[in-house]
Every structure is written in structure tokens, then in C-alpha cells.
């Protein structure tokens, strides 16, 4: 089959693809339910904390990358190599004793069993845990017809007993509080359980579960992975009902996508290496079983399901999506996941990889809502064993939702306007002045009266636009590269400077601290005229279209430019020109080597003067010896997306010499995410509490970081909340001390 247009992934066939509701009440109820529970909140942020602190222990213990890059090689070759496995696996296991069937969609995948079931009159299944299972709604269309399924896995049990679907793919009631789950048996079970005692409430489990394996007709599993080599199913499990569903009951039935393929059992062990620290963070699951044909006595059908997959791996944006091994890491490190659970952020298939799924095994309008959520932090990206571009791809699901439902009339309104640069530099003149009522000639707009302002100013104050914008600061056209006050290794270079459309409207003061620590190093900077906006700002939002727009007008004014460098003090903006601009024109063979060109050159303003310039140690510290005393705030971009750690510490330590004290979680967002804060405030006023209660904890009084994004976020949350904290971007403290050397 041929390959739909990448430029628009959601063809007509897609349109097809029809979700049976599973929890069908509207994505905004479901989130006003999860934002209203407190509890909620409090359960997931222990278990992230929690979790992220036992992954760090166990993942000393092995090369991570290296692990991760052989099995993404592993599953790259199954994929690729589909049917191939599929005809060596099934010749195998086939050869073992155990019948083969194939289902395209879910109903004949749930037909094919239904019809086994009946076939041997089953009345009672037992089910280990299995999310193809969740995925086809077999418990619902069982019920339909009498036949009872039971979950053993403990999670999984509770949450049916509750009449819920799994939160997380792992753990499917890491949302629930031992007391809820204490009140959930004691109403179930007709006794009194413990709300406190979780052993009580295992035992109690254990004791109802039991009988379920022996009187069972049918036991259904799923599958961790199929190794084709061999012919052989590995399943992972904690508590050993898998062995139990698997081996007692006379007819054993295995549930698995067609994706789960690894060639060879070398790969399985790589799998078992980084799925538990992934997924659990141990070192591995307590049970790891290999089936290779049925039980003596015992019938066995393997269920191979479609319903979607191929249609990913057709669509090269989507296809590494099929690699995934359903750790659920990309879940546990999810800053909205934690405020609101994984009833709210996916669908079936929870977490960022649910996000990206969700169109292709249950339709758009299933992922249309959840997908709103993702606020671009890159943090999944970073922990997904297979190195899955989770972010990218879920700025692709953005695009399929926008093409195919539209936007908001105001936010579509807003990004056509602001995709017109003379335009928009016309109505920010005018902004500059009309704004004079809400300042009052400060500079942040904190009037809370307003109601089209005052879900956004009731916790956090808004930046007003700059007097005079960077553009009118600064001369276009080259700044002579003097000779440098500080030894450095970029002395004579020629640099473009790209300040970003907030650098230049609200913090003009940031880039003129750029240029003014290029020009200390003795580099002739270039500030190329008719800069914009990079175009960021509807690439995030879904907006091909002027996305592009803005991406060739920024395009044009760079590469007219004989440059060694293109420096940005924005990671956001580095990040965009650096990586996004191959992904948004790769199917435009006019477009690609031009943008490709200007990706080559841009470069963040921490990274040059690190790498490029490499700075001295304690060539920028204070003449009079004091040392500064402060926090860093990592942005998402330029942590996750760029990989910048060691580059701003080594400015303030060593650079610098002042003293950095870590904020906890300091890999958290903040909880701007461009128009994600002003879309869902609610959650954005959480993770910028959080971030700000930890900065305070540090006893400092500066928080530093290198995104304006971010920097308007935080000054806000501390202007409304009357916090003495400053916050300051990286360039201003090393710009104080060029002009103090300047000064002497």
C-alpha cells in the first residue's frame, strides 16, 4: 500500500478508524475530574519522584545508551523486516504445537477468541495482563455474550473492580491511595479490609483471586516479545499469574501485536535489560517465562493483531513508534501526566507514546483532547529505551488534529496575524502604547480585573512589551569585532545573532547582553534586519502551514549572510532552526538543503561560548572576588531537546566562579510550554509552584536560566505571589561582568 501524504498523515482511510468508547464521556469532563482531585495528584508525583530516584540507582549498573541503541537497532530490523519475522516466528511456533491467527482490526481480533471460547464452552476467563487486550475491548464484548474475564494481575483487577480502564500501561492503579483500594475490597469482597495494611490487602486479592486459574476455561496473556529465531513468547510479569493464566487452564490463548517481533533471543535479553529498570526500575521482573508451544494437555493460539500497525509503519513519521516495548517510562516522567493521570493524558494507551498510537488503533477524535496536553518538554524522549522521537511525533499527531478538526477560531486567528511580519511589527507599535493603562509604566501587566485577563494574571503577571525593541537597539549589519578583552577561541569569527521573537519584543535587554559578551570576545556580530519569529509558535501548535511561513522568512535572512556562526540566546528558537526545520520541509526537496544549511550554522549562545570560545576558567569572575550565590533553572529545550547540562555550569562555576546551588527536580518543567500555560493554567500554575517552592528551598535569591519562555513564566508566578526572587537569563550575569571588565 502506498504511503499516504506526510504533509497531511490522516487520509480518508485513516478517517475510518472509529474508537468503540471505552470511557466516552468528553476529554474537558475527564479533565475538570482530575483537576478537582487532589489526591490524584499527590499519589502520581510520589510515584514520579519515587520512581525517578530508584531508575537513576539501577541504571548505573549498565551502559544506557548503548543498550538502548542495540535494541532501537533490534526493533528497526523487525519492522523493517516485517513479514520476513513474521513467516520465520510463526513456522516455529506453529511447528511447537500452537495454532496462528491473524486479525487486521479489533472486532476479528475479538471474534477469532470468541469463537475458541464458545468452541470449548468457557464461562470464566482468566487474563493476565495484556494492553492488546484493553485495546480491543475484549472484557466488554466477552460480558456481552456471558462470558465472565478476570484480571489477575493486581492492578488490573482493581481497577475493573472500580469499573475503571488502567491508568498507566504498567501499573494500572499507581493513581490510587491504599485507602481507596482498601475501600474498593471491602465493598467488593463483603468484609472488612484494611485501608492502610497494603500486605492485608494483597493477601485479600490473592485469596478472591485464586480459584479464578483453576476454574478458568480459558486463560489469556499477552506478550512482553516474540522472538523470531525461535518461535518463542517472553512474557514479564511481578506476581506470577502469568505462569498461572498460561499453564492451568485447557486452553491458553496469547494476545500480541505484530510489532512485538525481535529477531533473535540476543534481543530479547537486551529488552529484558532495559525493560524492567525502565518500566518498574528493577533490575528485572521477578518472573521472565518462555513459551514455546502449548502445555502437555493444553490447546494454544497465538493471536497476531494488526488493527492500525501497519498502517504506522507505512507513514515514515510514525514508524518507530513501533518499537515500543510498553515500558510506560515516557508516563513517569510526564509533567502533565502527574497532575492529571492517565484517564486524561490518552486514551487506552496512556502516556506520550499513547498520544502518538491513538489515531492509528482508535481514531482521531480519541486523541484529539489528550494530545492538547503535551507541553513539549522532551522529558519522554530522553527516558524511552528505544529512543522513540516521542515529541517530534506528537507534534505530528498535533498537525493530523488541526487538518482534520481545525483549530480555535482565536488561536487560528492569532497565528495567521502573527504570521505577517510587517503586519504584526505595525499592531505591536500600536500594543506598546495601548498596553500604558495595564502598566502603569511597570513592567509587568498584573491586573486581575479584566475577565479576558484574569484566568491568566490571577496567579501569574504578564510581561509587558519592551518601550523599544531590540531591533531599534541595535544597528543592523555588522558590529566590528574589536580586539577581545577575555582569551577565548572565537576571537576574528563572524556571528549572525538570532534574538527570538520574545528577546526582541519583551526582553530586549537579554540580547543586547549577547551582543555585548560576543563583542567582548572579539567576534564581528552580524544583526541581520527583518528577523521575526522563527516559527515556533504554530509548529507547536499544530499549524503546518504558518509554520513554514515563518520558517522561510527566517530562512531568507540568514542565509543571505556569509556567517561562521548563527548564535541564539534562545533554546527554544536554537532548537526550532536546529532540529525542527529538517523535520517541517523534509518533504520539500526546494526547502530542505536551505533549511538544512541554516541548521548547520545555529548554535545556542551557552554552547558557543563553551565549546567555541572556551572561555577560561575564571576568566569572567568578579574583580573584587565576590561570588554570586544561585540556582539554574535547566529549560526543556535547551536540557532535553539541545542536551545542555555541563555548558551553563561550567560558565557560572568555572567562567564565572560564583556558586550554583541545585534546585530539586531540576529536569522538571516549569510549566510554560509555550501556549500550553495559557491553554491550561491550571496545570501550568501547578508546575511553576513547584519549580518556585524548590528554587526557594535553595535559599537563593537568583534563579538563572537560558529561555526567555521560561523566564517569563517564572518572573510572573513571583511578581503575582510577591516572591523577593529574581530571575535572570545566563547572558545578563556574564554581560555585568564584560562591562565590569569594560569599565576598569
Given at each position: 500500500m502506498a504511503a499516504p501524504s506526510t504533509d497531511l498523515p490522516l487520509d480518508a482511510e485513516y478517517e475510518e478508524v472509529h474508537d468503540h468508547g471505552h470511557d466516552d464521556r468528553p476529554f474537558g469532563e475527564r479533565?475538570?475530574?482530575?483537576?478537582?482531585?487532589?489526591?490524584?495528584?499527590?499519589?502520581?508525583?510520589?510515584?514520579?519522584?519515587?520512581?525517578?530516584?530508584?531508575?537513576?540507582?539501577?541504571?548505573?549498573?549498565?551502559?544506557?545508551?548503548?543498550?538502548?541503541?542495540?535494541?532501537?537497532?533490534?526493533?528497526?530490523?523487525?519492522?523493517?523486516?516485517?513479514?520476513?519475522?513474521?513467516?520465520?516466528?510463526?513456522?516455529?511456533?506453529?511447528?511447537?504445537?500452537?495454532?496462528?491467527?491473524?486479525?487486521?482490526?479489533?472486532?476479528?481480533?475479538?471474534?477469532?477468541?470468541?469463537?475458541?471460547?464458545?468452541?470449548?464452552?468457557?464461562?470464566?476467563?482468566?487474563?493476565?495482563?495484556?494492553?492488546?487486550?484493553e485495546e480491543i475491548e475484549l472484557n466488554q464484548r466477552f460480558a456481552e455474550d456471558g462470558i465472565e474475564v478476570v484480571e489477575t494481575d493486581l492492578g488490573e483487577w482493581i481497577v475493573q473492580l472500580r469499573g475503571e480502564r488502567p491508568s498507566h500501561m504498567v501499573m494500572p492503579a499507581i493513581h490510587l491511595a491504599r485507602q481507596e483500594v482498601g475501600e474498593v475490597f471491602t465493598?467488593?469482597?463483603?468484609?472488612?479490609?484494611?485501608?492502610?495494611?497494603?500486605?492485608?490487602?494483597?493477601?485479600?486479592?490473592?485469596?478472591?483471586?485464586?480459584?479464578?486459574?483453576?476454574?478458568?476455561?480459558?486463560?489469556?496473556?499477552?506478550?512482553n516479545a516474540l522472538i523470531a529465531e525461535a518461535g518463542t513468547v517472553m512474557m514479564v510479569t511481578n506476581e506470577g499469574n502469568g505462569r498461572l493464566t498460561s499453564s492451568i487452564p485447557p486452553v491458553h490463548v496469547v494476545l500480541a501485536g505484530i510489532e512485538?517481533?525481535?529477531?533473535?533471543?540476543?534481543?530479547?535479553?537486551?529488552?529484558?535489560?532495559?525493560?524492567?529498570?525502565?518500566?518498574?526500575?528493577?533490575?528485572?521482573?521477578?518472573?521472565?517465562?518462555?513459551?514455546?508451544?502449548?502445555?502437555?494437555g493444553q490447546e494454544q493460539h497465538l493471536v497476531l493483531v494488526d488493527n492500525g500497525r501497519r498502517r504506522m509503519r507505512e507513514l515514515p513519521e510514525f514508524r518507530e513508534a513501533l518499537h515500543c516495548i510498553r515500558c510506560a517510562a515516557c508516563a513517569n516522567v510526564c509533567p502533565p501526566y502527574r497532575e492529571v493521570g492517565g484517564h486524561v493524558f490518552g486514551h487506552i494507551y496512556s502516556g506520550a507514546i499513547g498520544l502518538?498510537?491513538?489515531?492509528?488503533?482508535?481514531?482521531?477524535?480519541?486523541?484529539?483532547?489528550?494530545?492538547?496536553?503535551?507541553?513539549?518538554?522532551?522529558?519522554?524522549?530522553?527516558?524511552?529505551?528505544?529512543?522513540?522521537?516521542?515529541?517530534?511525533?506528537?507534534?505530528?499527531?498535533?498537525?493530523?488534529?488541526?487538518?482534520?478538526?481545525?483549530?480555535?477560531?482565536?488561536?487560528?486567528?492569532?497565528?495567521?496575524?502573527?504570521?505577517?511580519?510587517?503586519?504584526?511589527?505595525?499592531?505591536?507599535?500600536?500594543?506598546?502604547?495601548a498596553q500604558l493603562p495595564l502598566t502603569r509604566g511597570h513592567k509587568m501587566i498584573r491586573d486581575r480585573r479584566l475577565p479576558v485577563l484574569k484566568t491568566q494574571t490571577r496567579w501569574r503577571s504578564l510581561p509587558a512589551l519592551a518601550k523599544r525593541p531590540l531591533?531599534?537597539?541595535?544597528?543592523?549589519?555588522?558590529?566590528?569585532?574589536?580586539?577581545?578583552?577575555?582569551?577565548?577561541?572565537?576571537?576574528?569569527?563572524?556571528?549572525?545573532?538570532?534574538?527570538?521573537?520574545?528577546?526582541?519584543?519583551?526582553?530586549?535587554?537579554?540580547?543586547?547582553?549577547?551582543?555585548?559578551?560576543?563583542?567582548?570576545?572579539?567576534?564581528?556580530?552580524?544583526?541581520?534586519?527583518?528577523?521575526?519569529?522563527?516559527?515556533?509558535?504554530?509548529?507547536?501548535?499544530?499549524?503546518?502551514?504558518?509554520?513554514?511561513?515563518?520558517?522561510?522568512?527566517?530562512?531568507?535572512?540568514?542565509?543571505?549572510?556569509?556567517?561562521?556562526?548563527?548564535?541564539?540566546?534562545?533554546?527554544?528558537?536554537?532548537?526550532?532552526?536546529g532540529q525542527d526545520y529538517a523535520h517541517l520541509f523534509r518533504n520539500d526537496p526546494a526547502w530542505l538543503p536551505r533549511a538544512q544549511a541554516v541548521s548547520d550554522k545555529i548554535v545556542d549562545f551557552t554552547s558557543f561560548l563553551a565549546t567555541v570560545a572556551s572561555l577560561p576558567p575564571g576568566s569572567l569572575a568578579a574583580l573584587d572576588g565576590g561570588q554570586r550565590e544561585l540556582t539554574y533553572h535547566d529549560s526543556c529545550q535547551g536540557l532535553n531537546a539541545l542536551g545542555l547540562s555541563a555548558e551553563p555550569r561550567s560558565l557560572i562555576e568555572g567562567v564565572m566562579g560564583d556558586r550554583l546551588v541545585e534546585l530539586e527536580e531540576n529536569t522538571l518543567c516549569c510549566g510554560f510550554g509555550g501556549s500550553f500555560s495559557f491553554e491550561?493554567?491550571?496545570?501550568?500554575?501547578?508546575?511553576?509552584?513547584?519549580?518556585?517552592?524548590?528554587?526557594?528551598?535553595?535559599?537563593?535569591?537568583?534563579?538563572?536560566?537560558?529561555?526567555?519562555?521560561?523566564?517569563?513564566?517564572?518572573?510572573?508566578?513571583?511578581?503575582?505571589?510577591?516572591?523577593?526572587?529574581?530571575?535572570?537569563?545566563?547572558?545578563?550575569?556574564?554581560?555585568?561582568?564584560?562591562?565590569?571588565?569594560?569599565?576598569?
Open positions: 479533565y475538570g475530574d482530575a483537576l478537582g482531585n487532589a489526591q490524584l495528584a499527590r499519589n502520581l508525583t510520589n510515584f514520579q519522584q519515587s520512581w525517578k530516584s530508584s531508575r537513576a540507582g539501577v541504571m548505573e549498573e549498565i551502559d544506557f545508551d548503548v543498550l538502548r541503541h542495540s535494541l532501537k537497532a533490534a526493533k528497526t530490523e523487525a519492522i523493517d523486516n516485517l513479514d520476513q519475522y513474521l513467516d520465520q516466528f510463526v513456522t516455529h511456533i506453529e511447528a511447537a504445537g500452537t495454532t496462528v491467527h491473524f486479525a487486521m482490526d479489533a472486532g476479528e481480533a475479538t471474534a477469532i477468541i470468541h469463537r475458541i471460547a464458545v468452541r470449548h464452552g468457557v464461562k470464566l476467563v482468566a487474563k493476565s495482563k495484556s494492553m492488546v487486550s465493598k467488593e469482597l463483603g468484609r472488612e479490609i484494611s485501608r492502610e495494611n497494603v500486605t492485608e490487602q494483597v493477601h485479600a486479592a490473592r485469596d478472591a483471586i485464586r480459584d479464578v486459574f483453576f476454574n478458568a476455561g480459558m486463560g489469556i496473556t499477552g506478550a512485538k517481533l525481535v529477531p533473535t533471543y540476543e534481543d530479547a535479553m537486551t529488552q529484558l535489560r532495559v525493560l524492567a529498570r525502565s518500566a518498574t526500575a528493577q533490575r528485572l521482573t521477578v518472573y521472565t517465562t518462555f513459551i514455546h508451544g502449548p502445555s502437555p502518538v498510537v491513538t489515531p492509528f488503533l482508535h481514531g482521531i477524535e480519541a486523541a484529539a483532547g489528550p494530545q492538547s496536553l503535551c507541553l513539549s518538554c522532551n522529558a519522554c524522549e530522553q527516558v524511552c529505551p528505544v529512543d522513540i522521537p516521542l515529541p517530534r511525533q506528537i507534534l505530528d499527531v498535533r498537525a493530523m488534529v488541526a487538518a482534520e478538526q481545525g483549530m480555535k477560531g482565536p488561536k487560528a486567528a492569532i497565528l495567521g496575524l502573527y504570521s505577517h511580519a510587517r503586519a504584526m511589527n505595525v499592531l505591536l507599535k500600536i500594543g506598546t502604547r531591533r531599534d537597539r541595535l544597528r543592523s549589519g555588522p558590529t566590528t569585532g574589536a580586539p577581545p578583552i577575555i582569551p577565548n577561541g572565537a576571537a576574528g569569527l563572524t556571528v549572525a545573532h538570532f534574538p527570538g521573537c520574545m528577546t526582541d519584543r519583551i526582553y530586549p535587554e537579554q540580547g543586547e547582553a549577547v551582543a555585548t559578551v560576543l563583542a567582548a570576545l572579539g567576534v564581528m556580530v552580524m544583526h541581520p534586519e527583518g528577523l521575526h519569529c522563527c516559527g515556533l509558535i504554530p509548529n507547536n501548535s499544530g499549524d503546518v502551514p504558518h509554520a513554514k511561513a515563518m520558517a522561510r522568512q527566517t530562512i531568507e535572512r540568514l542565509e543571505s549572510i556569509p556567517v561562521d556562526y548563527i548564535v541564539s540566546g534562545s533554546a527554544s528558537c536554537v532548537a526550532m532552526l491550561y493554567p491550571a496545570v501550568a500554575e501547578r508546575l511553576m509552584n513547584r519549580k518556585l517552592k524548590n528554587a526557594e528551598a535553595t535559599g537563593t535569591r537568583l534563579i538563572v536560566t537560558d529561555n526567555q519562555g521560561c523566564i517569563m513564566h517564572l518572573r510572573g508566578g513571583l511578581d503575582a505571589s510577591g516572591r523577593q526572587i529574581e530571575v535572570r537569563h545566563i547572558a545578563e550575569l556574564l554581560a555585568d561582568r564584560v562591562r565590569e571588565r569594560s569599565a576598569k
